[in-house]
């Protein structure tokens, strides 16, 4: 698809060759496009010039919720999510009317993939930094509206690490899932482990996997994975721990904080200064355990929405 807006830009469907420039303006969202399944170049879209230069790029990633879509039996009014995201070349001053194009662009490719689903509840989710007023505005200017709320809250690793005792049953093992039935078995157990079913891709497993320094801290019942946390590092002191879940037969029983704290004292051990997980606002549940391994507020993260 090529749409011409000017003299100067016209947007298209991304190209492998357009990966190199990407770089220089998202170098994550360049990985993921070349390496994450999930990104294909029909939802990727480049403005461009006529010498191919790179001026702003966009797309939809399916969020979790996504793979949930072909499922048979949820709710009606379960909400189905494709994560949008626009980016520009901070080096040239973009003019609003081609931002607003490759925004245009997007949420076209995304009503043609609505109308697939038209019984489906399906929504553009975008997440801002609390502190980024000038794109919310710009958000709200096109009809979304805020979700919910991510809160990132940090432990300091620098502080003691309590013990936690659990069942003699469990095993918590730094799981590297070698094989592809074990990813399929990690992936099942997190749906589980969900109370509304909801895990990750098995291509968005395998680009985590992918980068530095990740691991996994499960806790077994035998052969059966009943709880676990992810790591992986974000910077040379901080680490991630997330994708935090345990089966709700084993709730109550110390699993939870048991692999969170396992990894608190690897991260520790690997010379890490600060982990940190995200937790929805409304999750009345996880946010008191976190409080009460040592994590403290760090930032939000709003999440918008638009209903399409």
Known sequence: MNTILNTKYFIRNYQEQDAEQIAKMDFVNMLAYKYNGDYVAENIYCVVDSDETVYGAG?????????????????SNFVYKLNLQLYFNEDHEIPIDVQNALYETLLNRATEI??????????????????DLEEMDYFLSKGFVVERNHMI?????????????????????????????????????A????DEGVTWSLNRLRWTKAGGEWDTFTA???????????????????????SIFVLPEWRRQGIAKAVITESLKFLKSKGKKEATLGVFGENEKAIPLYLSLGYKMFFII????RDI
């Open 191 to 194: 749906a589980e482990g969900d």
């Open 114 to 131: 609505k109308s697939q689903y038209p019984d489906k509840k399906v929504r553009l989710s975008h997440t801002i930094h609390y502190e």
């Open 59 to 75: 797309h939809l990633e399916p969020d979790q919720t996504w793979f949930l879509i072909e499922k048979e039996g949820q709710p």
């Open 153 to 189: 809250m940090k432990r300091d690793l620098t502080e003691d690490i309590p013990e936690v005792t659990i069942p003699d049953s469990i095993k918590i093992v730094n799981w590297k899932m070698e094989t592809e039935a074990e990813e399929e078995k990690y992936l099942l157990a």
């Open 220 to 242: 077994f019942a035998g052969d059966q994975v009943v709880g676990s946390v992810m790591t992986w590092g974000l910077g040379a002191e901080r680490s991630a721990t997330e």
């Open 302 to 305: 709003i999440e918008f929405g």
